[in-house]
C-alpha cells in the first residue's frame, strides 16, 4: 500500500471524463484499491475517486465510522463502488458545505439530491444496489461527480457562501482539509 499524491483543482486529468472498469479481482485492482484508502485515511478524507490520484477508471471509495474533516455526520458503510449509476429518488434537493481533497483549504455551499439509489459493483465484479440518503448520499454524489469531470465548486450556485475553511468554519482544523 502507499499514499499517492492527490491531484489538485487546475490539474486537466480532473476533467475527464473516466473509462469503465472491466477487469475485476486482479492484483492490480486490489492494489489500487488498497492504496486509494491508503491515501483517503492519510487525508482524513470521506471519499476519493481514482481521477483524483491520476487514475482515469470509474472506480471510487468512501465511508467513515467518524470524520474529523466532518464531525458532525453520521457514518457511512465502507464501500468499494465501480461503474456507478446514480438515480435520484425524488427531485428533493438540500444545500450542504462541502470540501474536496484535490480543492484543499475551501468549502462551498453545493447543492445534492437529499435521496437516490446507487448501483454499481465492487472489486469482485459483485452488484452493490443501495439507497441512501443524507450525508451518505452527498458522498455518493461527490465521489461520482469525479468520474465526469466535475468538481464541486463547478455546482455552486451562491458563491457568498464559498470560502476558506479557516474563515468560514473557525471551530475546524484547516489543517485537515489539506
Do not use: W
Amino acid at each position: 500500500m502507499a499514499v499517492r499524491e492527490i491531484l489538485r483543482m487546475g490539474d486537466p486529468r480532473l476533467l475527464r471524463v473516466a473509462e469503465k472498469v472491466e477487469d475485476f479481482d486482479t492484483p492490480a485492482l486490489h492494489a489500487l484499491i488498497a492504496d486509494m484508502f491508503e491515501t483517503m485515511h492519510a487525508a482524513q478524507g470521506a471519499g476519493l475517486a481514482a481521477p483524483q490520484i491520476g487514475v482515469n477508471l470509474q472506480l471510487v471509495i468512501f465511508g467513515f465510522a467518524s470524520n474529523q474533516r466532518y464531525p458532525d455526520a453520521p457514518p457511512v458503510p465502507q464501500t468499494v463502488l465501480i461503474n456507478p449509476v446514480l438515480t435520484p429518488l425524488s427531485q428533493e434537493m438540500e444545500e450542504g458545505f462541502e470540501g474536496c481533497l484535490s480543492v484543499p483549504g475551501l468549502r462551498g455551499s453545493v447543492p445534492r439530491y437529499t435521496r437516490l439509489h446507487y448501483e454499481g459493483v465492487d472489486q469482485y465484479g459483485k452488484p452493490i444496489v443501495r439507497d441512501a440518503e443524507g450525508f451518505h448520499a452527498r458522498v455518493v454524489q461527490h465521489e461520482v461527480d469525479h468520474l465526469h469531470g466535475i468538481l464541486y465548486p463547478m455546482r455552486i450556485r451562491d458563491f457568498s457562501r464559498f470560502g476558506f475553511t479557516e474563515v468560514m468554519f473557525p471551530d475546524l482544523d484547516p489543517k485537515a482539509d489539506d
